[in-house]
């Protein structure tokens, strides 16, 4: 059998316009979603690069100055103070306050290149954890990125900080902390990404405030985004790290302990 | 900021050949699929600075098909059932067209690039050349190569042969 051009054409052209289409709005939606992904890589970097050219200015005083000097110490301190890193408790400022936590973290669990990998299961690590826990955007029901998962690269180490207060508007506090690490890390969190990613619409009564925070660390040593989970009263447990979102999630009794 | 609604007129008017075009380059419905998506969200990333945002479409789709067929090897897949035995006996118009397509995805990537540009997207050799990225004279030797392979395989009726 031969074929001409106009046959080809015939062949190439059948079928054409089967199927379901392309969805222009879903186009949109995943387009917008990686623009956003780019620019939060984007500002972690720039974040990274302002620690570093902080640390290094540090370490110029230090070196300048000496290490007896009180002004110099001083002025390097000032930089990585935990005050001012625990006051600026969002997820922007949240590197900051993760800095000031580094130290703290590999002098206690280990070294880690620069990026804190929690040592060991302990309950000693309160000093890692900010006064206050830090505020997360929820992201609306249906987002895109909404059933995404909340830890975004193979967890290594996770460190749990839980936050409560003691009437449903008071002032909430850092009630206790915990590191989890391999096994029992990677079970927290695939648990957590396993739970339901569909909105929780019941209505409920708030009871006080209890909230925990999950600043994981990937097996590469990368800080990833911290996960906030409200395990407040009887209105379900939401957690979210800003663009993923799950509902309804049970904390295993000893993490949910720590806002007693 | 982007024009949303000139990107969406945009997908309504080009985006079911776009698709088909992207299924015969890649010779599988949900493959297709995938790497028209993949194209509409470059264009519209780029949206409002592209000039030609149809050319550019079919660049970045003949493009990302030749890099992705580089990067993996999609040429032999197990089957549960064996292709049918083509027979020599004349064939019906349709069973025509399906042995073309088979022959079709039986083509090299830059060689299927070329047959969809020129005979289902219609362009002309120097507007191949220029959505390949290649000279024109390539455009046709390559064509002449794939249309000769085709009437071979077609003529001595395996189309698993080479």
Redesign the interface.
């Known amino acids: ?3 001409d ?1 106009d ?11 089967a ?1 379901l ?8 939606a ?2 917008e979603a ?2 956003q992904a780019r620019h939060a890589r984007v500002r972690m970097l720039a974040a990274a690069v302002v620690v570093l050219g902080a640390v290094g200015t540090g370490i110029g005083v230090l070196a300048t100055h000496g290490r007896g000097d009180e002004s110099a110490t001083s002025a390097a301190g000032g930089k990585f103070a935990p005050e001012h890193a625990h006051s600026q408790a969002a997820p922007g400022a949240d590197t900051a306050g993760g800095q000031s936590s580094v130290t703290g973290t590999a002098a206690a669990g280990g070294t880690s290149g620069g990026l804190a990998v929690p040592g060991p299961a302990s309950s000693a690590h309160a000093g890692r954890c900010p006064a206050r826990p830090v505020r997360v955007r929820q992201p609306a029901a249906g987002a895109a990125g909404a059933a995404a998962p909340l830890f975004t690269a193979r967890v290594a180490s996770i460190a749990v900080c839980g936050y409560a207060s003691t009437t449903p508007n008071g002032a909430v506090t850092l009630t206790g902390s915990r590191v989890l690490s391999g096994t029992r890390a990677r079970q927290l969190a695939a648990g957590l990404d396993a739970a339901s990613a569909r909105v929780h619409t019941d209505f409920c009564v708030l009871a006080r405030t209890r909230v925990l925070v999950l600043y994981a660390v990937s097996t590469a040593r990368h800080r990833l985004e911290p996960v906030r989970v409200e395990l407040s009263g009887g209105c379900g447990v939401t957690a979210t790290n800003g663009t993923a979102i799950r509902y309804d999630w049970s904390p295993p009794s000893d993490l949910a302990a720590l806002t007693d | 900021m982007r024009d949303d609604s000139a990107f969406r007129a945009f997908v309504e008017e080009n985006g079911a050949t776009l698709l088909h075009a992207a299924r015969l380059l890649t010779g599988d419905h949900q493959r297709g699929e995938d790497l028209v998506q993949t194209v509409l969200i470059k264009v519209y990333q780029k949206w409002g600075r592209i000039e030609t945002p149809l050319a550019y479409a079919r660049k970045a789709l003949v493009t990302a098909q030749i890099d992705s067929s580089r990067r993996r090897w999609w040429g032999e897949r197990p089957a549960e059932t064996l292709p049918e035995v083509p027979s020599t006996d004349e064939l019906a118009p349709a069973e025509d067209r399906d042995q073309l397509r088979r022959l079709l995805n039986q083509l090299s990537p830059r060689e299927r690039a070329v047959i969809v540009l020129r005979y289902y997207c219609d362009l002309s050799e120097q507007d191949a050349a220029a959505t390949l990225g290649v000279p024109v004279g390539t455009v046709k030797s390559t064509c002449s190569r794939a249309l000769a392979r085709m009437r071979v395989e077609l003529s001595t009726g395996d189309p698993h042969g080479v």
């Open positions: 059998m031969a074929f051009e046959d080809l054409r015939a062949a190439l052209r059948a079928d054409e316009g199927g289409g392309v969805d222009a709005g879903t186009v949109i995943l387009a990686r623009l």
